[in-house]
């Protein structure tokens, strides 16, 4: 049985995701951030960087959201959510994920909490805005990579980098020009949305509003 540490629509989202796309029996357990609760002592001993998610198996204690996912995928073969390893699609695959994990979700971190990124009480204002600027280009290269005749972000298999690529956009939706409005990457994002396990991710997260803004 597998245990989800979460927080609705945090970094939790695309290993949920997954977890039901597997079909594999889990437990979410919400850490809840509203009193900081990833910084409990319990917590920080699963995860001392005091960070959302953590997936627990057995002796398996495992924090960071792509190792997450990649690790189900590799899991779970059957599931059929990352493509052959050593192809050029695998490839592709690791690129995107580690796109998103390493160069979008820190300017994600720095748009939304660029007060931590500055000791200067007035500096947070400019790191916000060139954050900003620097994510509505790498969303615009994702955009740039979409093959508009291809059902899902790597072609034509749904993959995890599908469910990773919609819970980044969905923290994207606070931009001056957010993923919603890029039509390549509108019409993907509403695709990945369409499906029963991201629906039913939504629904147990009590995820409120529209889920990628507007
Ligand atoms: N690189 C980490 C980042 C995780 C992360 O920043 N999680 C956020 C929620 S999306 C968090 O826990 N923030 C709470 C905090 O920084 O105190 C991952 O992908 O797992």
């Known amino acids: 049985m597998y245990q989800l540490h979460y927080y609705p629509g945090n970094a939790s989202f695309a290993p949920h995701v997954l977890l039901r796309e597997i ?23 699963l995860n001392p960087a005091g960070r959302i998610p953590v997936l627990v198996k057995g002796d398996l204690v495992l924090f960071e959201s792509a190792a997450i996912c990649l690790h189900l995928c590799d899991s779970h073969p059957q599931a059929g959510l990352a493509p052959t390893a050593g192809s050029d699609e695998r490839a592709h695959f690791y690129k995107w994920l580690m796109f998103m994990t390493n160069t979008i ?33 790498w969303f ?22 599908d469910a990773f690529l919609l819970m980044t956009a969905r ?7 957010p993923p919603r409005k ?33």
Request: no cysteine; net charge negative.
């Open 105 to 137: 979700q820190p300017d994600i971190l720095m748009f939304y909490y660029s007060d931590r990124y500055t000791d200067d009480a007035e500096g947070g204002a400019a790191l916000r805005s060139a954050a900003d600027r620097r994510l509505v280009q």
């Open 23 to 45: 079909g594999a029996p889990f437990e979410l357990s919400l850490v809840d951030r509203s009193r900081n609760a990833q910084k409990d002592p319990a917590y920080l001993k």
């Open 182 to 214: 890029m039509a390549k990457l509108r019409r993907l994002l509403e695709r990945i949305l369409e499906r029963d396990a991201v629906q039913k991710a939504i629904a147990a997260e009590g995820v409120e509003g529209p889920f990628l803004g507007g």
């Open 140 to 161: 615009a290269m994702i955009e740039e990579g979409i093959d508009p005749a291809a059902p899902w972000f790597l072609g034509r298999e749904y993959s995890a980098a």
């Open 171 to 177: 923290w994207g939706r606070g931009l001056s020009t």
